[in-house]
C-alpha cells in the first residue's frame, strides 16, 4: 500500500510539474503561431503599409515651359493718351492751355493743346508734355499703376513709351483708370497694326480695322479768322486757342501779320500763322 501510494504522489508531483513549466515557457501560444502564422507580425504589417499608398502621378515633361498669358511689348504713343489724361486730371498741365514745341531751327515754334498733340501723335509735342510734367511725376504715375520703368530712361522716352515694355491687362486697366469721356473723339487711337477702342465693357485692343471713326464735329465747325493786327503776341495766342491749336509763331513783340487773312472763314482746327516784329521783311 505504501509503495503503490508513494508511486501515485509521484506521477501527481511530475504532472503538476509539466504544467507549471508550459505556463512559464509560454510553450501552447508558441505551438499555436507556428501552427496559424506564416508571415511574422512585423513583417504583414509592412506590406499594410506599401500597398495602402499610393504614388502620385507624373507628368512627362515635353521640354517647353507655359507661355505667358499676356506677352509684353513697348507701349509706344499708346501709353501717352492715359498719361497725358492723368496729368490733366492731376492739375500738371492744363487741357485748353497751349503747349510751346519747340523747333531745332531758327526762331519758329509751335502751339498746340495737350489733346490736339495726342491726335497728331506729334513726339515733338510729346516730348514738351514730359517736360511739364516732369520725369518724377511720369515715374511716379506708372509706378502706381505697377508698370516698372528703369530710373535712367528721360521723360520722352517714358511719355513715348520707348525702352520699357507693359503688358495688354495692364495697359488697358491704365486706359479705364485715367481716361475721362472727354476724350472719347480720340478713339479709336492707332498705332503701329493695332488699334484701342472704347468698348461697352471699357478699353479693348484690336488689330486695325479698315476704317476709322470720323472726327469729332466740333473739328468741323466754321469760324472767321479774327483781326490780330497790332495784338501782343500773347493777345493774340490766347484769342486763337478758343479756336484751334495749330499755330506757329514767327518774331515776337506785336502781331503785323496773320494767316488765314483777317475775316476769312475757316473750318475746324485749321492751320494758323501769326508774325511779330522781328520776323517782319
Not at 514745341?101 to 495737350?114: E, M, T
Not at 515776337?252 to 494758323?272: H, L, M, R, S
Amino acid at each position: 500500500m505504501n509503495k503503490r501510494a508513494h508511486r501515485k504522489a509521484f506521477f501527481i508531483l511530475v504532472a503538476i510539474g509539466l504544467i507549471y513549466m508550459s505556463i512559464a515557457f509560454n510553450l501552447a501560444d508558441r505551438f499555436s503561431m507556428k501552427r496559424t502564422s506564416e508571415v511574422p507580425t512585423s513583417t504583414a504589417k509592412a506590406a499594410l503599409t506599401v500597398t495602402g499608398v499610393r504614388e502620385p502621378e507624373k507628368t512627362p515633361y515635353t521640354g517647353k515651359s507655359v507661355p505667358a498669358t499676356e506677352p509684353e511689348r513697348e507701349p509706344s504713343f499708346f501709353i501717352s493718351v492715359p498719361i497725358v489724361s492723368a496729368a490733366i486730371k492731376e492739375g500738371l498741365i492744363e487741357k485748353d492751355g497751349l503747349v510751346l514745341i519747340k523747333k531745332a531751327s531758327g526762331v519758329s515754334a509751335d502751339f498746340k493743346r495737350p489733346l490736339q498733340i495726342l491726335k497728331d501723335k506729334d513726339e515733338e509735342g510729346l516730348k514738351s508734355i514730359a517736360g511739364i510734367v516732369g520725369k518724377k511725376e511720369l515715374l511716379h504715375l506708372l509706378r502706381r499703376d505697377g508698370i516698372s520703368v528703369k530710373d535712367e530712361l528721360d521723360a520722352g522716352d517714358i511719355i513715348l513709351g520707348r525702352s520699357y515694355t507693359v503688358d495688354k491687362t495692364t495697359l488697358l486697366a491704365l486706359f479705364d483708370r485715367h481716361v475721362t469721356n472727354d476724350l472719347k473723339y480720340l478713339f479709336p487711337f492707332a498705332c503701329g497694326d493695332l488699334e484701342i477702342d472704347k468698348g461697352p465693357g471699357g478699353f479693348v485692343m484690336s488689330p486695325i480695322r479698315g476704317q476709322t471713326k470720323k472726327e469729332g464735329a466740333v473739328q468741323e465747325v466754321e469760324w472767321v479768322m479774327p483781326n490780330l493786327a497790332s495784338l501782343p503776341m500773347k493777345a493774340a495766342l490766347e484769342k486763337l486757342a478758343a479756336k484751334t491749336s495749330n499755330i506757329r509763331v514767327y518774331g515776337n513783340g506785336f502781331v503785323t501779320d496773320q494767316n488765314p487773312k483777317a475775316y476769312e472763314k475757316v473750318k475746324g482746327e485749321t492751320d494758323c500763322e501769326i508774325y511779330g516784329r522781328s520776323a517782319k521783311q
